[in-house]
């Protein structure tokens, strides 16, 4: 049966989820479709804005050892705490959700000290009652995560490059040449070598929330002691979108996804049966506010 609009355009971007760059033959001949739907379908996917393609840096790459996601219980609007949230450097995820707590952001820093004193700024914004924060231990499913392991250090013309595919992570490499004053094959060898070396990672960010048809829900996960099977699941599972294995409050996070409550409950269902889940809490992305891994690599002078 041919799948729906709907069906074809979540498969396109899960496919742009593992390959940002794939060319347009790539994902027709993955999703069994002609190139002129494909074309036409990411076309209309990036310009009304239900897809970025960026490049992201590795937290690694940048010392960023220390990611958190911290979920806040607001008295009143949450706009206001929002919209502070979404200006800080540190932020590269805030929402507005339901559930027990009003508001989820993540965050990354390099030291202890630096997480302490925007906790601290946090607890301080007027209608903030509580702030409950979990660190992640190590990634099980993100697209933006790349595991920089220190073998390779960028240049300029690297920094340069990185600058660019932040803002546009298909920006074509005669483009790219031109920017930099190369020519496009040494700029495809750069480039595929800054991924290769887990210096970036280059994926699609799909927005979320009712608005676009698209439900995200987080859940918090408490393990009986086999994490390594709830890490397998969260790892495998199509409908997660991104998953932590995370010390404090829950030990993993996740977000799940769906086009509709069904699907997405079918999902955390699945989850719940584990025999390794104890307990399993919810909320729903209601309004995304920020979702940008791309602000923390500052351009490079030429």
């Known amino acids: 049966m041919k799948p729906s609009e709907d069906q074809f355009d979540a498969a396109l971007v ?17 999703l069994e ?3 002129a739907q494909v074309s036409s379908r990411l076309r209309r996917l990036l310009d009304d804005g ?27 609007s949450t706009e206001h705490v929002t919209e502070q949230l ?48 979990t660190t992640y231990i190590r990634i099980v499913r993100g ?5 920089y392991r220190g073998d390779y250090e960028p240049d300029d013309i690297d920094r340069k490059l990185i600058t660019l595919l932040e803002g546009d992570g298909r920006r074509s490499y005669t483009a790219l040449a031109g920017d930099v004053g190369m020519q496009p094959s040494s700029v495809r060898e750069r480039v595929n070598r800054l991924i290769e070396q887990n210096v970036i990672r280059i994926s699609a960010v799909e927005a979320r929330g009712v ?14 002691g086999d994490d390594e099977q709830i890490a397998e699941f969260l790892a495998t599972n199509k ?17 799940i996804v769906g086009p509709n409550p069904r699907s997405v409950f079918a999902s955390i269902e699945a989850l719940r049966a584990l025999p390794a889940t104890a307990a399993v809490e919810s909320w729903t992305h209601l309004h995304v506010v920020k979702e940008d891994y791309a602000r923390t690599l500052r351009p490079a002078e030429l």
Request: charged share 20%; glycine share 10%.
């Open 211 to 224: 608005v676009r048809g698209q439900l995200g829900v987080g859940v918090g996960i408490t393990s009986r």
């Open 239 to 255: 409908a997660v979108d991104f998953a932590a294995q995370s010390y404090g409050r829950h030990d993993f996070i996740a977000t």
């Open 50 to 76: 239900t897809v970025r393609v960026v490049a992201a840096v590795d937290p690694g790459f940048l010392g960023h050892s220390i990611l958190t996601h911290n979920m806040l219980r607001v008295s009143g």
């Open 14 to 30: 899960r496919a742009l989820q593992q390959d940002g760059r794939a060319s347009i033959q790539t994902l027709a001949d993955e």
């Open 86 to 133: 979404r200006a800080r450097d540190e932020t590269v995820f805030v929402s507005a959700v339901s559930g027990a707590d009003h508001v989820v952001f993540e965050t990354r820093f390099g030291s202890t000290d630096a997480m302490l004193e925007l906790l601290q700024w946090v607890r301080s914004l007027e209608g903030v009652e509580r702030v409950s924060t």
């Open 143 to 147: 697209f933006f995560v790349a595991n």
């Open 33 to 35: 479709a002609s190139r």
